[in-house]
RNA sequence: GUGGGUGUAGCUCAGUGGUAGAGCCCCGGAUUGUGGCUCCGGUGGUCGUGGGUUCGAUCCCCAUCAUCCACCCCA
């Protein structure tokens, strides 16, 4: 056995060549929050475990084998958390930002769920949420579906995304449906397979979901939830169906969506693609009406999603749409020959920085023939090498050689160089 | 937790029961202060780990670990 000190298994780290990418992902999320006037809410990654278990639902497989938990040194039971609804809803309660108000809010950060790692699916992942409470109508289911959309479509990606779109009704409906469907199960039980029998005491709405042929049929008769829907959750539905139709946003019925954590009713929905292979879900969300008030608030009507962002980075990837322009990288690149060039080059870097804010440059440091110091000016991808040779010290100039365009290099006097380099990069 | 694929240089991968290979990358030189193209040279490996078979194992066998994909479930 290797005593190799790695990673842990699903916990990766971001790499210098990837942190361009996610840093243009995260100026967009942060952009599109900020002009919906969301506000962030940064809670901690651990929390006492019963606010998971009593939030997401103490038969989930989440909670049942999927939750980093541990002992802290007093003895409470702690949790990594697995997703971020619960210690928003836990945080917003004790500071008191449900009292009386709406609040609309917004995270990101990374979220641990202790399963086998895949394609777009990892031990640590992270999510950016949100969470509107407060507000009962479906005005504010709509908003968030629209504010996604926008996401998509501010990162070119609205023709590769679907939503997917069904009401679970109120949790009395929805009880009333799951002991239909129990019974209607139940009466074909010799057509359940094994994984079916099991889910009939644990999750019967998921049997639904079956991609077994041979229950085809079977499934297909199955009592519709949608049918079961109680007045208000029906009326709720149709008005968000409609506000969608109106803001010309498309979308796919699935009557068999069903969402994993207990805590949601009436509006469910994901964004999915086809493009990553199993792990089509790049966004889920829906109302929670009855999750504060389990949580020992006062009643409160919540609504949000939450983004996967490996699996959003993994789409921008896989369609080419990172631009490049996002992609990082010096404008220029200071390099020196000559008795205490070294130092030079420092000095002239630090006055460059200072009159050119904006300019990206690096300087060359660790010595090395003039030849090796030019190559590794092309290959830190600036655009252009400022060189800083004993004839430019001696002579307070600079020579500016663009290495992408094949224009002629030029020495300058120092302060028309700076003239240069401002107009570049200003 | 279950099933399948893969572990050889920093990266991508060949390869054979008999002393370990290519391409890319990196470094140096051809070119005293000029990169990319070309040519020459060089650094770099306990062949994932442990055990077994064998005169001899990177190769065959067993175990184990890691990783990827899928099931389950979810973002």
Redesign the pocket.
Known sequence: ??T?L???????DLLPDQSPAWQYLERQLRSLMDRYDYREIRTPIVEQTALFARSIGEA???VE??MYTFDDRNGESLTLRP?NTAAVVRAAMEHGLLHNQTQRLWYMGP?F?Y?????????Q???IGIEAYGMTGPDIDAEIILLSARLWRQLGMAEHVTLELNSLGSPEARAAYRESLVAYFESHHELLDE?SRR?LT??PL??L????PAMAEMLADAPQLLEHLDEESRTHFEQLKSTLDAAGIGYRINPRL????DYYSRTVF??TTTA??????????GRYDGLVEQLGGKPTPGVG????????MLLLDTLDLVPEEAKGGADAYLLA??DSAEREALLLGERLRDVLPTLRLQVHCGG?????Q??????SGATV?L????????NGRL?L????D?SE?R?LELDDAITWLDQQFA
């Open positions: 056995m290797s190799k790695q990673a842990i298994r699903g916990m990766n989930t497989d989440v084998k999927e997703e979220m769920r399963e086998r790692p895949q394609k777009g699916r990892y031990r992942f992270h999510q994984d889910r644990t999750n998921r049997i979901d079956s991609k077994n069903v969402r994993g954590l994901e964004w990553l292979g199993s792990q089509g879900t790049v966004c889920g969300g999603f939450a983004i996967g962002l490996e699996r959003l020959m000559g090395g023939s003039f030849k090796s030019i190559r590794r000016a092309d290959r090498a060189i800083l040779g004993e004839d430019e010290i001696a020579t050689k663009p290495l992408r094949g290099q020495t």
